[in-house]
C-alpha cells in the first residue's frame, strides 16, 4: 500500500530552534527571584553521616536556606534516594544549599561540618561475593527491581567456589529465582563437536549526555513548575510528583528538549525532584546545575557484566547448548536488569536448542546506574560476537555463514517461554548487508598487511525488543482544519515525536502542513503515553496515534451520516473532507465536522471519554474538550508475540599492529524496524548508534582507584565519549523494510541494536585483525593488543573491572 | 578571505587554558580547588557582591555587531556572561572545563570555548555566538540551513557549538575536504553520535556534494 506521510522525509518542527539555540534546555530557563543551588555531595565511597551542622554557612550573607536528608522522603531502599545519611558512592547527593549566587552557594557548602564514619566499601561485585569481602551496603549486598524482582538481600558463596574456580568465573548460587533452562543444556553439550567456556567481563560505560542534569523549579498557585532534562514526558509525571511529595496534577513538567539521555533520564530520577523540594522549602524559585563530574556520579552508568559463557556447536556451527552465568554491576542502588535481559538476547539471536542462564545483581560502591541504549542485550552480543566468530574459525566455517546456519526464522523465539517475535528479519539484515557490503568481495581483502597496518573485516548483530502497549492516544480537529497531535512522548533527538505522529496524519490523509504537533509541556494537554526509551516509541506510538485517528475517523463519518443521511460506512475521507463514496459532492470539510463536533459534545468533541483511558489521558481531553471534533482511545489493539529489533552491521578496519590502534574505513549497518516511518531519521539513527557502539567497543569504560574507591573517569577526557576522530570514515545504511504485523501500518523501534551491532562488528574486526585473539572484554583497548601482540600479561586480571 | 593579519593577532589574542588558569589564580578569586572545578559559576551575582573581593567591573564587549555593556566580575567566564547577563542561552555548558566544544564561540573570527574564556579579555574583541548567525530579516546562515537539510541535530545540545564551528572553518577554508572538516570539528564532541550528519552538512554548505555520504 503506498503511503501518503509514511517512508517520507519531512522538516521535524524541532529542527530549526536546534540550530539557531533558541531551543530552551532546563538551564536557559529564569524565574524572577530565582536562586541558585548547589549540591554537597559525598567524598566517601561508603560512609555513615552522623552529624552535619549548617549553622555557619546559613550565617553566611546571601545563603537563603539548605535542603537536608531530613527533609526529603526517601524511597524504601534500595532505590536511589533524594539526599541520604548514607552515602554509598562518591559523589552521591547529601545536602543543598541555597544562595543568592552560585559562588557564594559553593563558599557555603565549604563552611557545612559533616562528621563522617567510612564504611567498608567494595568496587568489585564478584569480589563481594566471597564470604570474607565487604558488602557495598549495609542492608545487603544483591537486590534488582523491574521483571528481575531481587528483594534486597545477603547473597555469599562458598570459599570453595572461588577456590574451585580455576580458569573459570566462580560460581555460586545465583540470587533466588534467577536462573532459568530450556531443553536439555548437557545432552547439548555432549553431542557438541566444539565446546567454547569462556569467563568475560562487560565494563561500565557512562551515558555522557551532553546536558547535565540540570534542573530549575518554582511553585506557582500551589502548582511546581519544574523545568527539567527528560527524555520522557508523560511517563515520569506520576513517579516524579511522588518524590515532590504532591498529586501528579499538581506538578507541570517542561521537557520540551532533551541534551541527551540515552536510557539515563528515560524514568523521574532524584536530582529532578531536588530543586522542586528546597524551592518549596525556601519560597524562592531554584536552580540546581549540575556540574560534569557531577554528572559523572549521579548520571548514571551502563551496568557492568562478570560472567561466565559455555557454548557447545555442532560440526556445521549449529550452537546446541548455552550456559550464561552474569554477575551484574548495581551501582550502590536499585537500577536495571541487564542481567536478566543478556540471556533472553542470546536466544533468540543464536537459537541454542537448550540454554541455561543464571545471575546475581550486586552492589557496588561505584556509580548510579540505569539502562543504557540495549541494556543487558548489547552487553550480549558484545561477548556473543567475538565467539561466534572464533567458532568459525575453529570449525572451518564463513563468519557470516555460521550466523545465518543459526540465524531464527520470521517469528524467533525468545527466552525460556519461547515467545516469538512479531517479526524478525534478521536473516534478510544479513544478507541484505552481504550484498550491499560485498562480504565475498571485501573477504579476499581480510588479513592484508601494509605496513605495520594489517585490514579485517567483519560482521555483527544485535536485538532489542521494540514495543509495548496499552497507552493513550489524543488529538482534535479544530475549527480552523488544523489537527493537533498531543503526544506525550518525550524528546530524546529521534524526532519520533513527530515521525510517530504521523501515523495519526496517515490515517486521516493530513498534508503535513495541517499537523500542529502538541508535546513538551505537561500544560499542552497531554495523553498517557510511553517515555522515550527501550527502542519503544515508535511500536507504541504508532498503535496510540493509530487509535485515536481511527477514533476520529469514526466521528467524522458518523458527524457526516447524521448531516447527509446514509450510514457511517458510506463515507470516505481525503485529507480535507469525509464525503460520500461515490458522491463526493456530498460532504464537509474537516473544520466544518469540527464545528458540528462541538455543537454534537457529547463524544464527538471530548465531553464524553473511553472508560479505560488513563486518569491523565481525562484530565487532558477534558481540558480540551468543547475546542474541536476529539480523537481519543485507549490502545487496545492485538499484539501476537514479542515485538522485536534486530540489525546487523558490516565493518572494515585497519588496525596498526605497532601501536594497537584502529582505524574504521567502512561501516554498513542494516536495520530491521519493520516498515521505514522516516528514512532520514533512520539513517541518522543508524549511523550514531553505531557510533556509541564504537565507544562501547573501543573507548568508553569507568574506572576506580580500588584501593580508596574515588573514580578517576570524571571528565570526557577520561571517560572517552567517541570523537570525530573514533567514527567510521564513511558510514552507510540501509533497512529490510517489511513490515511488522502486529503494528498498525508495520513500523516497529529499532534504536538499541543500531548501537550492539556496531560495537559487536568492530570487536570482531579487532579480533580478526590480531589472528583471532577474542579477549571476552569491553573495552578493548590499545595496550591490550600490544601486551598480547608481545606475549605479555595483561595490566588487569581477567574478571577484573573498573580498570584500565 | 581572510585577512592573514587578523588571524595571526587573533591566534596571539587566544588565550591558552595554562594562561586562562594562572589569571584565575592571580585574580583571588578562587578559593579552592574545588570552586575552580565549578569556576565560572559566579555569574548571576547578588546585589551585595557576595564573593569577598571579588568587584563587578562595568565594560563593553561587541557581541553579535553590537556594543553590550555589562557588568562583569574578575574570574567570570565568557560563557556566564553570555547566558546570565546577557541572555544568549544558544552557548551551552556542557563540561565547563574545555573539553567538549558546546560553548563555542567566536572571538575576532576564530573558535575560543566560552566556558574557559574570562570576559575581561574579551574586551574590545569581537564575540560572535550561535544567535549572531541569522541574516537581517531572520533567515538561517548557510550553514544553519545546511545543518537542517542533513538533519544534523539529534538531541540538539551540542548543535550551536557545531554550527559555530563549522562557520568558523568555512570562513577560514571556505572549501574544506571531508577529512579536513573532520579534523577542524574535533574540538567539538556530540554525544548522540550524529557526526556524519554535521559532516554531510558542511559538505553541503561547502557546496562539496561528491562528499555528501548518504544511503548504502
Same mark, same amino acid.
Given at each position: ?18 540550530? +539557531? ?8 530557563? !529564569? ?30 550573607? @546571601? ?21 541520604? /545519611? ?16 552560585? +559562588? ?105 549526555? /551532553? ?75 531554584? /536552580? ?42 548495581? @551501582? ?60 568459525? !574459525? ?8 555460521? !550466523? ?42 581480510? *588479513? ?27 488529538? !482534535? ?63 507504541? /506510538? ?21 448531516? =447527509? ?21 456530498? *460532504? ?57 529489533? =534486530? ?12 601501536? @594497537? ?54 571528565? =570526557? ?5 567517541? +570523537? ?81 | ?30 578559593? &579552592? ?8 559559576? &559566579?555569574?548571576? &551575582? ?35 556572561? %553570555? ?10 555548558? &556542557? ?35 550561535? #544567535? ?17 537539510? #542533513? ?18 572553518? %568555512? ?46
Amino acid at each position: 500500500m503506498a503511503h501518503k506521510l509514511l517512508g517520507k522525509d519531512f522538516l521535524p518542527p524541532d529542527v530549526i530552534a536546534k540550530v +539557531t539555540g533558541e531551543a530552551k534546555y532546563a538551564e536557559d530557563f !529564569r524565574a524572577e527571584g530565582m536562586v541558585f543551588a548547589r549540591i554537597l555531595s559525598s567524598p566517601y565511597p561508603h560512609a555513615r553521616v552522623k552529624s552535619i551542622d549548617a549553622t555557619e554557612a546559613l550565617a553566611m550573607p @546571601g545563603v537563603v536556606g539548605v535542603l537536608l536528608p531530613e527533609d526529603v522522603t526517601n524511597p524504601a531502599p534500595p532505590e536511589i534516594p533524594l539526599l541520604t /545519611m548514607e552515602p554509598g558512592y562518591v559523589g552521591a547527593p547529601i545536602l543543598l544549599v541555597a544562595a543568592e549566587d552560585e +559562588t557564594t552557594a559553593q563558599d557555603a557548602i565549604e563552611k557545612i561540618r559533616i562528621d563522617y564514619e567510612p564504611l567498608p566499601f567494595t568496587v568489585d561485585p564478584l569480589a563481594s561475593l566471597h564470604p570474607d569481602a565487604p558488602d557495598a551496603r549495609t542492608d545487603g549486598n544483591i537486590g534488582a527491581g523491574g521483571s528481575a524482582n531481587v528483594a534486597l538481600g545477603k547473597l555469599k558463596w562458598k570459599r570453595e567456589d572461588f577456590d574451585s574456580a580455576g580458569e573459570r568465573m566462580p560460581m555460586g548460587e545465583p540470587a533466588p529465582k534467577q536462573d532459568w533452562t530450556f531443553g536439555d543444556v548437557e545432552a547439548g553439550f555432549a553431542k557438541a563437536k566444539l565446546i567454547i567456556d569462556e569467563p568475560f567481563v562487560h565494563a561500565s560505560n557512562s551515558h555522557h549526555s /551532553m546536558e547535565p542534569r540540570t534542573a530549575m523549579a518554582y511553585w506557582q498557585n500551589g502548582k511546581c513548575i519544574l523545568h527539567l532534562s527528560s527524555q520522557s514526558q508523560s511517563f515520569i509525571t506520576p513517579a516524579l510528583a511522588g518524590m515532590i511529595g504532591i498529586p501528579a496534577t499538581d506538578l507541570v513538567v517542561v521537557a520540551e528538549y532533551c541534551g541527551g539521555g540515552f536510557g539515563s533520564k528515560g524514568g523521574a530520577y532524584p536530582l529532578q525532584a531536588l530543586p522542586a523540594l528546597l524551592s518549596k522549602k525556601i519560597n524562592r524559585p531554584v /536552580m540546581m546545575r549540575v556540574s560534569r563530574a557531577e554528572e559523572y556520579y549521579n548520571g548514571s552508568a551502563r551496568l557492568g557484566f562478570q560472567g561466565q559463557v559455555k557454548l557447545g556447536f555442532a560440526e556445521d556451527g549449529k550452537l546446541l547448548a548455552a550456559d550464561l552465568y552474569i554477575v551484574q554491576e548495581n @551501582g550502590a542502588c536499585n537500577s536495571f536488569w541487564d542481567f536478566r535481559n543478556a540471556p533472553d538476547g542470546l536466544s533468540v539471536l543464536y537459537q541454542p536448542e537448550a540454554m541455561r542462564w543464571r545471575g546475581v545483581p550486586v552492589f557496588a560502591n561505584s556509580p548510579i546506574r540505569s539502562a543504557q541504549r540495549g541494556p543487558g542485550y548489547n552487553q550480549m552480543v558484545h561477548i556473543m560476537e567475538p565467539l561466534m566468530d572464533r567458532a568459525a !574459525r575453529e570449525l572451518k566455517i564463513d563468519r557470516l555463514a555460521i !550466523r545465518l546456519r543459526n540465524v531464527g526464522g520470521i517469528a524467533a523465539p525468545i527466552g525460556p517461554q519461547r515467545t516469538p517475535a512479531t517479526s524478525c528479519y534478521m536473516k534478510d539484515a544479513l544478507e541484505k548487508g552481504a550484498q550491499l557490503f560485498g562480504w565475498d568481495e571485501r573477504m579476499k581483502r581480510n *588479513g592484508q598487511r601494509n605496513g605495520s597496518k594489517v585490514t579485517a573485516v567483519a560482521v555483527g548483530q544485535a536485538f532489542h525488543p521494540a514495543g509495548f502497549n496499552g497507552f493513550d492516544g489524543l488529538l !482534535r480537529i479544530l475549527p480552523d482544519g488544523k489537527v493537533h497531535i498531543h503526544t506525550g512522548v518525550g524528546n530524546l533527538g529521534t524526532f519520533s515525536h513527530s515521525s510517530t505522529s504521523r501515523i495519526a496524519a496517515e490515517v486521516l490523509k493530513l498534508n503535513w502542513d495541517d499537523v500542529v504537533i502538541e508535546r513538551g509541556d505537561t500544560r499542552k494537554n497531554l495523553p498517557w503515553n510511553i517515555g522515550q526509551f527501550g527502542s519503544n516509541t515508535n511500536f507504541t /506510538m504508532a498503535r496510540t496515534n493509530y487509535v485515536a485517528a481511527m477514533d476520529a475517523l469514526t466521528k467524522l463519518r458518523e458527524i457526516a451520516a447524521k448531516e =447527509f443521511g446514509a450510514t457511517p460506512d458510506d463515507y470516505d475521507i481525503d485529507g480535507k473532507r469525509v464525503f460520500r463514496k461515490g458522491l463526493p459532492g456530498i *460532504g464537509m470539510a474537516y473544520s466544518d465536522a469540527a464545528r458540528r463536533a462541538i455543537a454534537l459534545g457529547g463524544k464527538y468533541d471530548g465531553h464524553e471519554l473511553p472508560k479505560d483511558i488513563n486518569p491523565m489521558t481525562q484530565v487532558s481531553a477534558t481540558a480540551i474538550a468543547g475546542t474541536g471534533l476529539v480523537g481519543v482511545a485507549k490502545d487496545n489493539l492485538a499484539v501476537n508475540g514479542a515485538p522485536s529489533a =534486530f540489525a546487523a552491521a558490516f565493518i572494515e578496519i585497519e588496525l596498526d599492529l605497532e601501536t @594497537g590502534k584502529h582505524v574504521i574505513i567502512d561501516y554498513l549497518g542494516v536495520a530491521d524496524c519493520g516498515t521505514v516511518i522516516h528514512p532520514s531519521g533512520l539513517e541518522t539513527q543508524v549511523k550514531s548508534g553505531a557510533v556509541q557502539g564504537f565507544g562501547v567497543a573501543s573507548l568508553e569504560r569507568i574506572v576506580y582507584d580500588p584501593q580508596n574507591g574515588l573514580p578517576a573517569s570524571v571528565g =570526557f577526557y577520561q571517560a572517552r565519549p567517541p +570523537t570525530y576522530g573514533d567514527v567510521a570514515q564513511r558510514f552507510r545504511t540501509s533497512a529490510v523494510d517489511k513490515p511488522d504485523p502486529s503494528s498498525p501500518l508495520g513500523t516497529k523501534g529499532i534504536g538499541e541494536p543500531l548501537l550492539g551491532c556496531a560495537g559487536s562488528a568492530l570487536l570482531c574486526a579487532i579480533s580478526e585483525a590480531i589472528g583471532g585473539h577474542v579477549f571476552n572484554r569491553t573495552p578493548i583497548v590499545p595496550d591490550m593488543i600490544l601486551n598480547h601482540l608481545a606475549k605479555q600479561p595483561q595490566a588487569h586480571g581477567r574478571l577484573q573491572v573498573n580498570c584500565q | 578571505m581572510s585577512d592573514p593579519t587578523i588571524e595571526a593577532e587573533a591566534e596571539k589574542r587566544r588565550l591558552s587554558r595554562r594562561e586562562f588558569i594562572k589569571r584565575v589564580i592571580a585574580s583571588g578569586a578562587v578559593a &579552592s580547588s574545588a570552586s575552580f572545578v565549578f569556576g565560572g559559576l &559566579s555569574a548571576c &551575582s547578588s546585589p551585595r557582591g557576595a564573593v569577598a573581593g571579588s568587584v563587578e567591573r562595568l565594560i563593553s564587549i561587541d557581541v553579535n555587531g553590537q556594543l553590550r555593556r555589562v557588568d562583569v566580575l574578575p574570574q567570570e567566564t565568557l560563557a556566564m556572561t %553570555l547566558r546570565y547577563k546577557l541572555g544568549l542561552t544558544g552557548t551551552k555548558l &556542557s563540561c565547563d572545563r574545555a573539553e567538549c566544544g558546546a560553548c563555542t564561540v567566536m572571538i575576532d573570527g576564530v573558535t575560543t570555548y566560552s566556558c574557559s574564556t574570562l570576559t575581561h579579555s574579551v574586551r574590545a574583541r569581537k564575540v560572535m555566538t550561535i #544567535e549572531g548567525l541569522r541574516g537581517p530579516n531572520g533567515e538561517l546562515h548557510p550553514v544553519q540551513q545546511a545543518f537542517v537539510d #542533513e538533519l544534523g541535530p539529534q538531541c540538539g545540545f551540542c548543535t550551536p557549538g557545531q554550527v559555530v564551528a563549522a562557520v568558523a572553518l %568555512l570562513q577560514k577554508n571556505p572549501k574544506p575536504t571531508r577529512e579536513e572538516a573532520r579534523h577542524a570539528m574535533s574540538g567539538n564532541l556530540c554525544r548522540c553520535g550524529a557526526y556524519d550528519n554535521y559532516l554531510n552538512a558542511i559538505m553541503r554548505a561547502a557546496g562539496n556534494t561528491a562528499e555528501i555520504h548518504h544511503g548504502a
